[in-house]
Structures are given as structure tokens and as C-alpha cells.
Nanobody
Framework: QVQLVESGGGSVQAGGSLRLTCAAS????????TGWFRQVPGKEREFVAA????????EYADSVKGRFIISRDSAKNSVYLRMNVLKPEDTAVYYC?????????????????WGQGTQVTVSS
């Protein structure tokens, strides 16, 4: 199995940028599809972005297309989420998730492994 730890969250003004990092251990991330989800208190955890273990295919939620970019660095065994043109509605706890194999998933049940989250707060 793989262990995931998120970092890079913080507070930023609307229009600013942040880069979240998902550091993996226990396994190579190239063997896993990985995704980012976010959750606001009282709401369901929602899909943000995903990338296949191959790195050849990505998916994004409509709400973040053109603003967020998911990427990986195999040398650092990490997955990143670059968030640009942040909006107050992007405020949430962001979670990294992984599933062994080539599939992309946009639902929480598609993933087997989860980090503990990092807070992102965007002010107007």
C-alpha cells in the first residue's frame, strides 16, 4: 500500500496561486492513479483533478478547468496540484487520493488510499 501526506495549503487572496504537494511513501506513484478532492464542512467530498499512473491522461472538474493543473514528479515520488486564479469558493480542505492501477476516477469510491488533508482558504 501507499501512504499519502498533503502539504502546501494556506491562506491566499482571490486571484492568487498555491501549489499543493502530495508526498507518497511505501510505493512508487507511477503505479497508481492519483486524484485531488476537496471538502467543505457539511458538504460531500468532491472531485477536483486526477492523473493516471502513466501520466498520459488527466481529468478536471468543470469548476477548476483552465485554473488548476495536476502533475507528478517521479524523482520526488510526489503529485502536485497547481491552483491558479483562486476564488473564495475554492476554500476547502484538499485531500490527495490514490488507487493502484491505470484507471482514472472522479468519485471518492474509486480510491483506496487517502491523505489527511490540507486547508486552503481564499479571501476576497
Amino acid at each position: 500500500q501507499v501512504q499519502l501526506v498533503e502539504s502546501g495549503g494556506g491562506s491566499v487572496q482571490a486571484g492568487g496561486s498555491l501549489r499543493l504537494t502530495c508526498a507518497a511513501s511505501g510505493s512508487q506513484i507511477i503505479a497508481y492513479g492519483t486524484g485531488w478532492f476537496r471538502q467543505v464542512p457539511g458538504k460531500e467530498r468532491e472531485f477536483v483533478a486526477a492523473v493516471r499512473g502513466s501520466g498520459y491522461s488527466t481529468e478536471y472538474a468543470d469548476s477548476v478547468k483552465g485554473r488548476f493543473i495536476i502533475s507528478r514528479d517521479s524523482a520526488k515520488n510526489s503529485v502536485y496540484l497547481r491552483m491558479n486564479v483562486l476564488k473564495p469558493e475554492d476554500t476547502a480542505v484538499y485531500y490527495c487520493a490514490a488507487v493502484l492501477g491505470p484507471d482514472l476516477g472522479t468519485k471518492t469510491y474509486a480510491y483506496d488510499y487517502w491523505g489527511q488533508g490540507t486547508q486552503v482558504t481564499v479571501s476576497s
